[in-house]
Each structure stands twice: as structure tokens, then as C-alpha cells.
């Protein structure tokens, strides 16, 4: 079964799709909205994405980037690759198992 | 040829249809119903289309043309084209307008109205971080209800956050001793409005009249005592732990007394004697047991409270156990010397009831344990935490008496029972009613205090901010 991101209760989801959207790149808020939007379907609210952001800066997965017209673009630090990396890797088993138990009709 | 002039605006929806269809070339009724189908996807009735077309005949928008078949086509009028051109010029003025005007500027800057004022629920320092590069990605987001319900609960979730504690929050208490004192005092005085409540609503419909709203009070009364109980009991347990630890030689003793009398009780009136009577029935032998135990645990309390009215006195803190006594025993005393005076219970000689007793005074006694218990500092984090599961058991059973109480000053409005408000005589029929509603009043806002002070419980008090910020002046300290 798929670990929650520990701690982050109702932000796991998010922060999951916010660190593999920053995966490829430093990025602002509404940019990671349109990449979330664009490889996930998922429509996040600003509320629940500050919230995620908050918790993944606290925790030190992201961190700021200097301002650029007002806004901070956001990087993802060694550690949140590698909790994105462990993340990914679970769900990935999780995936994999289902798929080959489905029957094939 | 008629020279009847309309005004477009008095044309139809279908009139409009029929014009546009028209302007590629002449077509009878059958072939235009198809068109509009076609094109518009609406399916006109034939009896719509005659109408229409004949009303735009009559107004010479279209002609109709000989023909040898059964339908005659209809072509558009050079009048009829130019009212097309010049809806065509209306239509696009006003879609510009509203495009132009709507979209960017005034819809937006009406959304981003109430987005500042929600942003200003959430915390100071989350505001400080975030405020600024929030609204921006407001601005270029499409706002709905989703988005405004959205940060309504980010902004709920901020404020649970510890992280985000000001220094100087809203309700600001001190530290874990004045939060305790806070819900304590709360649940004081929600314990004795809802008594005084029950007091006045027995004596407004009579004591004989056992009603609803008597019994659900009663009951939820017998609730908060039994949870009282209960949050007295870690208390209780770690007092007894301390005193074998440090062999207090006199506690010891009053322990052992307290927690034998039971015993004694026990074999005084359990028919040891007479085995038959419980040897074969499970269930009186369970009466028994509970009762045993039951009475253990008063006794366990009520030393309790000794020890800590003996630790608050060694202390010096003579007025505060002045206070507690007076918690404790002024609604037990009261509402025995009513009973006395009524001519029932132990004093009046009729009846010695010892659980009546016991009912009156160890609820108001455990209230004393815990007040004095925080007040002699005891309350350990791990104590107080224990006491959060109680407490939150006791505002759930204040919230169940507060509704029970209004429900019932609710259905108490009904004519029939004009025993609160009397509509027709325009007054209150009895003073009793008037505290009524002031006892409700009171249980109401003691509930908001204990809710209060409970939810200030569930989020500890240092938080990580100010826990990291400590280290770091550690650090510093350190490196000087």
C-alpha cells in the first residue's frame, strides 16, 4: 500500500503533484497550476497549493528563488527528490502489481 | 408592396433565424425548416414557421415567389437584408462591449473584491511569506466559489497550524495552567447554570411533573458528572503513583482508608449471610460489583481531593482552596438544605441516602481536584494530555445539554405550553422563565470558552517557530 507523504494529511496529494512539477525546473505558483493542470488533469486551488508549498518549505523539499516581480520561483531540493524519487517508486510497485493482477479480458 | 416598417427589436428569435437562412438564396417552408435544422440545430414547428414568416411578409423583411408546386419560396427584401445588416452591426457592438469591458477589467476587479479580506484570515506570518505572491497568482486565476471556499479552508488549516501561532493570538493565554483554569472554570459554570436551569424549569411546571425536558436535562447532568469523574481518575492515579514512590507514610494511610471504606460498606449491606440471594443471579452480583466499584472511585476522588487541598494549604494558597470549597460545595449544599427543607433526604430522617449525597457532592469535588490539581502545578504535559480525551467527552456532552435546553425553550413556545413566554398576556408568566433563558445564556457562553480553551489544548503551546527560534538563540549564545 502507498505511504502518505508523512505528516502532510490532506497536502500529500498536492505536494506530490507540486514536487514532479518541479521536477524539471524551478517554477512560480500559477506556472506550477498550468503544469499540474496540463500533465495531471488536476485543477489545483491557490489555497491547497500554498498550503502544500508551505508544508514542503518547512520540511525542506522546495525552497524559494530569489523574487522575481514580487513572486518567488520554487526549486525542489536534494531531499525532496529523493522523497519524490521513494514516492514515485511505491507507487510504481503499486501500479505494476495491479495491472499484471487485473485479468485481461 | 407594403411599406410597413418594423422595429428589430420586435422581431423574434425565429424571425431572426428565418432572415439569416434566407440570405443564401430563396427557400419554400419545407426546405427552410430543414435548413434552420441544419444549421441551428432548432426544430421549428410548421404552425411557428407560417406564423413567423407571414409576419415578416407582412412587414416586407421577405416576398414570396409565384411557383407552379404546392409551397411557394420565399426570397429576402432589400428592406429585409438591410434590418439583417444592421442587427448583424448591434450584435457585434454589444458582444465588443461586453468582451471588452467584462472579461479583464470590471468582472475581474469584482471577483478580486472579497480576495484581500479572505487572505486577511490566515495568519500574520503565513501573510508575511505568502500574502504577496498569493494575490498575484490570484489575479491571473479564474475565481470561483471553489477557489473562494478554497482558501476559506487553507485559511482554517493555517490557523490549526502551530507553526503559524502568534505570540499574541486572539484569546492569548499564558501557558497550560491558565488554559486548564479557563476550561475549568467554563465547565463551572456551564455545571451550575444547567443545574439552576433544571431548578428553575422544576419549579415553573411543578416538581411532581416529571417531563422531557426534565429528564434529557437530568440526564445529560449525570453525563458531565461521570466524565468529571473520569478526568479525575489520571489525576488520581498518578497522586498514588508519586506517594509510593516517595513513601509518603501519611498519604498512604488516608489512601487506604479512603479506598477501604468501600469494603466496609460492602459488608455491611451485601448479604453475605444469605448466599442464595446471589450465588445463582449473574446480574444482581453485577449490580453489586458495579456499585463496589463505583464507590471506589468516589473514594479514590475524594482523596484525591484531600491531598491536593492539603498540598494547596502547605503552599500557602489559602484563598484559592477557599474557592475551590466554595465551588464544590455551595450547589450540593444548596440543593441539600432545598431537599431538607422539602422534608426529604438524610437530615429529614426519612430516608439516609448515601448515593444522593455522593451525587451531590463528587462531581463539584472533582471540579475542586482539577482546579486545584493545575493550580498546584502537577498537571505534567503527558497528564494534561490524558485529560484532553475526558474533556473532549465533557464538551460534547455541554453541547448535547445546551441543544437539549434550547430545544426545549424552543417547543416551549408552543401555545399549549405558554408556561415560558405568554404571547397574549405579552409577558414572561413566571421570574423563573427570565433565568431560564439567562441560564441558557450562560451555558452558551461557557461552551464557547471551554471550546475555546480545549482547542487552544490540542495545539501545544510552544510552537516549532518559536521552538527553533530558541535554539537558534542557543546557538548563538553558544558561538559567543
Known amino acids: 500500500m502507498r505511504k502518505e ?52 518549505e518547512r520540511r525542506g523539499w522546495i525552497e524559494p528563488l530569489p523574487a522575481e516581480d514580487r513572486r518567488h520561483p ?27 493482477r487485473l485479468p485481461t479480458t | ?15 431572426w433565424l428565418i432572415l439569416a437562412n434566407l440570405e443564401d438564396g430563396p427557400q419554400d417552408v419545407l426546405m427552410l425548416r430543414e435548413t434552420i435544422l441544419r444549421n441551428d440545430d432548432i426544430e421549428l414547428f410548421p404552425s411557428t414557421l407560417c406564423t413567423a414568416l407571414d409576419h415578416l411578409e407582412r412587414y416586407n423583411c421577405i ?16 428592406y429585409g437584408e438591410k434590418l439583417l445588416q444592421r442587427q448583424r452591426t448591434n450584435m457585434r457592438k454589444h458582444y465588443e462591449r461586453i468582451g471588452l469591458a467584462a472579461r479583464p477589467g470590471m468582472f475581474k476587479e469584482r471577483t478580486m473584491k472579497p480576495i484581500p479580506w479572505l487572505l486577511r484570515l490566515y495568519p500574520r506570518a503565513w501573510r508575511d511569506r505568502y500574502e504577496t505572491e498569493m494575490l498575484m ?83 445529560a447532568q449525570a453525563a458531565i458528572f461521570v466524565t468529571l469523574i473520569v478526568s479525575c ?10 506517594d509510593i514512590a516517595a ?13 477501604a471504606f468501600p469494603f466496609f460498606l460492602v459488608k455491611t449491606f451485601f448479604p453475605f449471610s444469605r448466599p442464595e440471594l446471589y450465588l445463582h443471579d449473574l446480574k444482581f452480583l453485577f449490580v453489586w460489583l458495579i456499585w463496589f466499584l463505583g464507590l471506589e472511585i468516589i473514594m479514590g476522588c475524594l482523596y484525591t481531593t484531600v491531598i491536593q487541598i492539603g498540598k494547596a494549604f502547605a503552599a500557602g494558597r489559602k484563598k484559592l482552596v477557599f474557592l475551590v470549597l466554595c465551588i464544590s ?84 413556545l408552543i401555545p399549549e405550553y405558554w408556561f415560558l413566554f405568554n404571547p397574549i398576556l405579552g409577558d414572561f408568566r413566571a421570574p423563573w422563565n427570565n433565568s431560564i433563558f439567562m441560564c441558557t445564556v450562560v451555558m452558551a457562553l461557557a461552551l464557547g470558552a471551554a471550546l475555546v480553551a480545549l482547542l487552544r489544548g490540542l495545539v501545544t503551546l510552544t510552537t516549532p517557530r518559536q521552538r527553533s527560534e530558541e535554539a537558534r538563540l542557543v546557538q548563538m549564545q553558544r558561538q559567543l
Open chain 1, 74 to 100: 520554487y526549486r525542489i531540493t536534494a531531499a525532496g527528490v529523493t522523497a519524490l524519487r521513494e514516492q514515485l517508486a511505491t507507487m510504481h510497485r503499486v501500479v505494476t502489481t495491479g495491472l499484471q
Open chain 2, 233 to 242: 481518575l489520571p489525576i488520581f492515579f498518578s497522586v498514588i503513583k508519586k
Open chain 2, 63 to 78: 416576398q414570396a415567389l409565384p411557383s407552379g408546386g404546392p409551397h411557394c419560396p420565399y426570397r429576402l427584401t432589400h
Open chain 2, 329 to 412: 460545595l455551595l450547589m450540593p449544599l444548596s440543593l441539600f438544605l432545598y431537599d431538607m427543607s422539602r422534608g426529604i433526604g438524610w437530615m429529614a430522617g426519612t430516608n439516609f441516602d448515601l448515593m444522593t449525597l455522593t451525587l451531590y457532592l463528587l462531581p463539584f469535588a472533582c471540579l475542586g481536584t482539577l482546579l486545584l490539581t493545575v493550580a498546584n502545578s502537577e498537571m505534567s504535559k503527558r497528564t494534561f494530555s490524558r485529560a484532553l480525551i475526558p474533556a473532549a467527552l465533557l464538551l460534547l456532552t455541554m453541547m448535547i445539554v445546551l441543544i437539549a435546553s434550547i430545544t426545549w425553550i424552543l417547543t416551549s
Open chain 1, 5 to 56: 507523504l508523512p505528516d502532510l494529511g490532506r497536502f500529500s496529494d498536492p505536494s506530490l503533484l507540486i514536487l514532479s512539477s518541479l521536477a524539471n525546473g524551478p517554477k512560480h505558483g500559477y506556472a506550477m497550476m498550468e503544469d499540474i493542470l496540463q500533465f495531471s488533469g488536476t485543477q489545483l486551488e491557490p489555497g491547497t497549493l500554498y498550503g502544500a508549498i508551505a508544508r514542503l
Open chain 2, 1 to 15: 408592396m407594403s411599406t410597413n416598417k418594423i422595429a428589430p427589436r420586435r422581431l423574434s428569435q425565429h424571425a
Open chain 2, 137 to 219: 497568482l490570484l489575479e491571473q486565476h479564474h475565481i470561483s466559489l471553489a477557489t473562494i471556499a478554497d482558501l476559506l479552508l487553507g485559511a482554517l488549516d493555517a490557523r490549526l497550524d502551530p507553526y503559524y501561532r502568534t505570540e499574541s493570538p486572539l484569546f492569548a493565554l499564558k501557558g497550560r495552567h491558565s488554559l486548564a483554569i479557563i476550561f475549568i472554570s467554563a465547565l463551572a459554570a456551564f455545571t451550575y447554570a444547567s443545574y439552576f436551569w433544571l431548578v428553575g424549569h422544576l419549579i415553573q411546571v411543578g416538581w411532581s411533573i416529571i417531563d422531557d425536558g426534565t429528564v434529557a436535562v437530568g440526564y
Open chain 2, 247 to 259: 513513601r509518603r507514610k501519611t498519604s498512604l494511610i488516608i489512601r487506604a482508608s479512603c479506598m
